[in-house]
């Protein structure tokens, strides 16, 4: 399977770059299987789609501000990109400068205080030590930037603050949205509730790594980026209850699917706190979900190859077109789809 097989032509304004008014205006494409007709729907109409007793499953995870510019000590601009907070007011972060800094280099940032380089991994990433007047996490509301996505071309406002942040937001350590989430209002929420829905959460941290292409024309040679997620033990035991039951589990983003997959264990969910580096594609059967609302994603990326093992890559491209003709909103700030199981294409297990 080829990076290339995961192409589609995207016009550039409909790359959404700044949020709608209302969380749950945004549109939502309904895409059952295969023999389905598409249906254009709104976000809001999630309580009408969904049935009593079916669980959402949410991404509880909250981004921090993470984005940061300063100077080296040679006097050169450089721009920091924290991927991970680490103890000791120590972070894993991505670094852009036209020279890359050496350890032992310092760097003075533009919110007060510094940044000394202690190492650079493999893969690229820096281990940064700073020495700020409060904790890493605190100073970086006051001085960081929200990360937002590097195809929105515009500088963080005073409401992205809020806006790339799910209201339910509460565990801190992402550096981007589980964007599916933003759709969600606290009014969207109480008409779920009053259907009848559950609602349940998983921690993953979004990594930075998210926006990397993949570099490789064989997939099958692409390696993923780390990230910490959290399935706990009570999530597992209302999963076994709402399938008993009879409900879906719904997952709200990619997200919670790579985390419910990382904890599936010889056939079966299990709690499971930890690192995963799961790549999901074509081929791959998802198990721990019965449906799926996501946003749309970038040509070529993981997270387009994801939905295409849940819902069959043909049926996404049938999907994608209708939405690009339809003038549907594409990306982090964009719409949503509501996606079902393949009933064949695509599917299988690895």
């Known amino acids: 399977m080829k990076k290339s097989d995961f192409h589609y032509d995207l016009p550039p304004e409909l790359i959404a770059q700044a949020p709608l008014p209302e969380r749950s205006a945004s549109r939502l494409l309904v895409a059952p299987p295969r023999e389905g007709a598409f249906d254009d729907r709104r976000v809001r109409d999630l309580p009408a789609l969904l049935q009593p007793g079916d669980l959402l499953v949410f991404n509880d995870t909250r981004v921090i501000p993470a984005r940061l510019f300063g100077q080296k000590d040679s006097g050169g601009r450089v721009e920091i990109l924290i991927e991970r907070l680490l103890p000791d007011n120590e972070a894993r972060a991505q670094i852009g400068a036209s020279k890359a800094p050496k350890p032992g280099g310092r760097i003075a940032l533009d919110g007060g205080g510094s940044a000394e380089v202690l190492s650079r991994d493999e893969a690229g990433f820096y281990h940064l030590r700073f020495e700020v007047p409060d904790a890493l996490e605190s100073w970086l509301l006051q001085a960081g930037r929200m990360p937002l996505p590097p195809y929105i071309r515009r500088a963080p406002g005073h409401d992205d603050a809020e806006r790339y942040q799910t209201v339910f937001a509460r565990r801190v350590g992402a550096v981007a949205a589980p964007t599916a989430g933003l759709h969600f209002d606290d009014a969207l929420l109480d008409a779920l509730r009053a259907r009848g829905v559950q609602f349940g959460h998983i921690t993953l941290h979004v990594g930075a790594g998210t926006f990397q292409p993949v570099r490789v024309e064989d997939v099958h040679q692409h390696r993923m980026h780390s990230e910490w997620l959290n399935v706990g033990a009570e999530l597992i035991a209302q999963i076994r209850r709402v399938r008993e039951a009879g409900g879906r589990v719904v997952a709200v983003g990619t997200t919670v699917v790579r985390a419910l997959e990382s904890a599936m264990h010889h056939g079966e969910l299990q709690p499971f706190a930890g690192e ?23 040509p070529e990326s993981t997270l387009l190859m994801l939905v295409s093992a849940f819902a069959g890559r043909e049926r996404i491209f049938a999907a994608y077109r209708h939405a690009v003709r339809e003038r549907y909103r594409f990306f982090s700030y964009g719409d949503a789809m509501l996606l079902f199981p393949a009933t064949s294409d695509g599917a299988g297990s690895s």
């Open 276 to 298: 995963t580096r799961i790549f999901i594609f074509p081929g791959y059967r998802i198990r721990s979900v019965d449906a799926l609302l996501t946003n749309f994603h970038l």
